[in-house]
């Protein structure tokens, strides 16, 4: 016997976007204890916090509460999708967002699969920043954006499809390259180029703080090619998570790739969809399925070699 209903469901998902039992009664015009009373029973069924109350801005999801939330939002969307009749999901625009750094490795290969198995599926393609791609999300210009999370503490629904592992970027001649696996700290006694963009930059300086060194930083470029071509000519060393197939350089010059030593954190790459309910896209879950699979087949080229 099932011990849930969809209209617990509906009323707190309104309590998360809203904000609070009292405005989402309102925009459900129903009364304040239905909400509070679908909160309570869910928690006592679930075992689990769903809200913290912040007096200033009302209620607010905990860790778990934001997992529970998700599974909602999908489980509501379906049930709202079966209300109706059927329809030709794969007819139709899809407005598809992508990390300017993920884009050129990753994106080509997703889209030829969506056309080969999907062609009725019209795809707008927008390459940013996180920044803007967020606001563009914010904002409804966007279905789903392909970005790493870098604890994005926005109104975004986030869905991890893979996570990116740190390696070491040196000159193909340099005398670290001859080792199989490398310390931080001996990359943080080298001139070092570092990736200058919101987010990537501070998540590959927290890693050397975590290792307890600083780097010593040559050049910063917003450009994941200009960071791979400078390291190549001998101008530094550097620390990336997407890789291209071939260890080169624009200019023509040979790279190495090596591992790292020692607990990571590695980057989690998220597909991230409109907060608020009833804009998903039905087109958008069939491209999380194809990027999950393309990131599968891709994983082994991803990966940093064992040795030289």
């Not at 090596?258 to 590695?266: D, E, V």
């Amino acid at each position: 016997m099932i011990n849930i209903s969809l209209r617990q469901l509906e009323y707190f998902a309104a309590a998360a976007q809203h904000g609070g039992a009292a405005r989402a009664a309102e925009a459900l015009s129903v009364s304040q204890p239905s909400i509070s009373k679908a909160i309570a029973d869910l928690e006592a069924l679930w075992g689990e916090t769903l809200f913290v109350r912040r007096h200033a801005r009302g209620l607010e999801l905990t860790a778990a509460g934001q997992m529970r939330h998700r599974e909602t939002h999908a489980l509501l969307e379906r049930a709202r999708a079966l209300e109706g009749p059927r329809t030709d999901e794969e007819a139709g625009l899809l407005r598809v967002g992508c990390l300017a750094t993920l884009a050129p490795r990753h994106l080509p290969a997703m889209l030829l699969r969506m056309r080969e198995r999907h062609p009725r599926v019209e795809i707008e393609v927008h390459e940013a920043d996180t920044e803007s791609l967020l606001q563009m999300l914010e904002r409804g210009a966007l279905d789903a954006a392909l970005l790493y999370d870098m604890g994005l503490a926005r109104p975004v629904r986030l869905e991890a499809v893979t996570a990116f592992v740190p390696y070491a970027l040196l000159p193909a001649g340099h005398a670290l390259a001859a080792r199989s696996s490398l310390p931080l700290a001996a990359l943080a006694q080298e001139p070092f180029i570092l990736i200058d963009l919101p987010h990537s930059r501070e998540y590959f300086l927290s890693l050397f703080r975590q290792a307890g060194v600083a780097p010593r930083i040559a050049h910063a470029t917003p450009s994941i090619e200009m960071v791979r071509s400078l390291v190549a000519n001998g101008l530094g060393v550097s620390l990336l998570t997407t890789r291209p197939v071939r260890d080169w350089s624009y200019d023509g010059k040979r790279l190495a790739c090596r591992r790292l030593r020692g607990p990571l954190a590695a980057q989690s790459v998220v597909m991230a969809y409109p907060e608020r309910l009833g804009a998903a896209n039905p087109r958008a879950a069939l491209f999380a399925r194809v990027v999950r699979e393309c990131f599968t087949q891709q994983r082994d080229a991803m990966t940093a070699p064992e040795a030289p």
